[in-house]
């Protein structure tokens, strides 16, 4: 019992200090040049109202947001490496949000937003095509909502396997 309690604890610990570090390459990597005019990852401060757009029906809570000689900057930190093919498309999706967020909170365009991995930082261009994406995900979510019944999009066991809903799921795989 008490080797189990001690692995469990160096466990945590290695768990934490692999945390701290990456969180540390994150912040040493640098947010864009500017005033940080939101921040939503000190824990220790009040915490930071969401963005919202009521005409979109898009709530979201970006990292940081970055004043910068050329506007408003969306940043979303990951803690993991950067793929080498580039930015996963879901953190692009999230950061594309971020400024559309932004865009109708403030009233100002983002050129892009920063998606800032463990390993480097990765400018996303804000563009009316990567807009108008986001505004069709978010339809096509209200449309999937009203739908009784909903089919797995996925052809992979380990994303079943830790799926909540796996118990009532009739499309499980194994």
């Known amino acids: 019992m008490t080797s189990a309690i001690l692995f469990l604890c160096m466990a945590f610990l290695l768990a934490l200090l692999a945390w701290a570090r990456a969180r540390r390459q994150i912040l040493k990597g640098g947010l864009p040049d500017g005033r940080v005019i939101y921040q939503d990852t000190d824990r220790r401060r009040d915490v930071e109202r969401p963005l919202a757009s009521p005409r979109y029906g898009l709530t979201g809570k970006p990292d940081y947001l970055v004043q910068g000689p050329n506007g408003l900057i969306p940043v979303e930190l990951k803690s993991r490496d950067c793929p080498s093919s580039g930015p996963y498309a879901?953190?692009?999706?999230?950061?594309?949000?971020?400024?559309?967020?932004?865009?109708?909170?403030?009233?100002?365009?983002?050129?892009?937003?920063?998606?800032?991995y463990a390993d480097r930082s990765w400018p996303i261009q804000y563009t009316m095509k990567g807009h108008d994406r986001i505004l069709q995900v978010l339809d096509e979510m209200r449309q999937a909502r009203q739908i009784q019944t909903l089919h797995r999009d996925h052809e992979h066991a380990g994303r079943c396997r830790a799926c909540g809903y796996r118990i009532v799921c009739d499309e499980a795989l194994d």
């Open 90 to 116: 879901s953190d692009a999706a999230q950061l594309t949000a971020y400024c559309v967020l932004v865009e109708d909170s403030f009233g100002v365009t983002p050129s892009h937003g920063v998606i800032q």
